[in-house]
């Protein structure tokens, strides 16, 4: 066995139901594969998942078409795209950003577009809403992984989100990852 490795990332999505992730986890375990990292989710009636699969490089192929027949008979819609493991970001600091507020159109397109127009790249988003406690009134939370490059001034960056954030009337912080 060869100790080269290659990888894959595996995209599905389809109606939820029992025992989808025990039935993708066994196909890649029977055929050599690692599943490395994950994101899966159940949202309305549909389950959804992001999948990083490495295993040897003779694998890799059998791998993503057993992944493909399995996301098949799940009656999952499936995407298998070879890629290649993503190592720290040189010269960047990973930051948490939390946003919260009473929720209306917009706030994501509005959040990563401060972050893409200073070329601030994006690596994790989560949104959610809910209802608020005591009034019941809709609310949205948005927390986002950002690598911001070491030539941005963080306090800068800082003070320029914070206004942004006002502006806008979000409530907002910004962490260093610990």
Same mark, same amino acid.
């Given at each position: 066995?060869?100790?080269?490795?290659?990888?894959?990332?595996?995209?599905?999505?389809?109606? *939820?139901? &029992? $025992? =989808? %992730?025990?039935?993708?986890?066994?196909?890649?375990?029977?055929?050599?594969? /690692? @599943?490395? #990292?994950?994101?899966?989710?159940?949202?309305?009636?549909?389950?959804?998942?992001?999948?990083?699969?490495?295993?040897?490089?003779?694998?890799?192929?059998?791998?993503?078409?057993?992944?493909?027949?399995?996301?098949?008979?799940?009656?999952?819609?499936?995407?298998?795209?070879?890629?290649?493991?993503?190592?720290?970001?040189?010269?960047?600091?990973?930051?948490?950003?939390?946003?919260?507020?009473? *929720?209306? &159109? $917009? =706030? %994501?397109?509005?959040?990563?577009?401060?972050?893409?127009?200073?070329?601030? /790249? @994006?690596? #994790?988003?989560?949104?959610?809403?809910?209802?608020?406690?005591?009034?019941?009134?809709?609310?949205?939370?948005?927390?986002?992984?950002?690598?911001?490059?070491?030539?941005?001034?963080?306090?800068?960056?800082?003070?320029?989100?914070?206004?942004?954030?006002?502006?806008?009337?979000?409530?907002?912080?910004?962490?260093?990852?610990?």
């Amino acid at each position: 066995m060869s100790d080269q490795q290659e990888y894959i990332v595996l995209a599905a999505i389809g109606a *939820d139901k &029992p $025992g =989808i %992730v025990n039935d993708l986890s066994k196909t890649v375990t029977e055929h050599q594969g /690692n @599943i490395l #990292d994950s994101r899966m989710l159940a949202i309305g009636g549909e389950f959804s998942l992001v999948m990083m699969i490495n295993g040897p490089t003779q694998q890799l192929d059998t791998i993503t078409h057993a992944l493909k027949a399995c996301c098949a008979d799940l009656g999952l819609d499936a995407l298998c795209r070879k890629t290649h493991k993503k190592g720290p970001i040189k010269g960047s600091l990973p930051y948490i950003i939390t946003v919260v507020a009473l *929720d209306h &159109p $917009g =706030i %994501v397109h509005e959040v990563t577009g401060f972050f893409a127009h200073r070329e601030i /790249n @994006i690596e #994790d988003l989560k949104t959610e809403t809910y209802a608020a406690p005591l009034t019941g009134s809709p609310m949205f939370s948005l927390q986002v992984m950002v690598n911001i490059p070491i030539r941005h001034g963080l306090a800068e960056l800082k003070e320029q989100f914070f206004d942004f954030c006002d502006g806008l009337n979000l409530d907002a912080s910004l962490e260093p990852v610990r």
